[in-house]
């Protein structure tokens, strides 16, 4: 439901699955962002198409994250799922409702064979 904060952990979590067919069914849409928080490292060697790094170890990590439209709706990934679900939680008690985790990171979405840049 529109406006609805998310109740429950299943309901932030998503499994790649879930992920890709959030990101193919917001591809054109501007209100939705795909962050990888992973280190710039990681990031160059290798993404999905589209996100925007936002260093989770960063020290100004909090501070970029404040600079975001907390009415956007933002899909969070790093290599395994742990700096993503911790940076999902930041996020949520920043004031962000529309944010989700992708379970298992990028290892989880390279594993079904999903593509990356």
Not at 69 to 90: F, H, W
Request: proline residues 4%; glycine residues 6%.
């Amino acid at each position: 439901m529109v406006g609805q904060k998310q109740s429950s952990d299943s309901e932030i979590h998503l499994d790649p699955n879930s992920a890709l067919k959030m990101i193919q069914e917001n591809k054109d849409n501007p209100n939705f962002i795909l962050i990888d928080v992973r280190t710039p490292a990681e990031y160059d060697e290798s993404r999905i198409e589209g996100s925007i790094l936002i260093n989770y170890q960063a020290p100004d990590f909090k501070d970029k994250i404040q600079k975001l439209d907390e009415n956007k709706t933002y899909l969070v990934y790093c290599r395994s799922g742990m700096r993503s679900a911790a940076s999902v939680d930041i996020m949520m008690k920043m004031g962000f409702e529309k944010v989700y985790n992708m379970i298992g990171g990028i290892m989880g979405w390279e594993n079904c064979g999903f593509p990356v840049k």
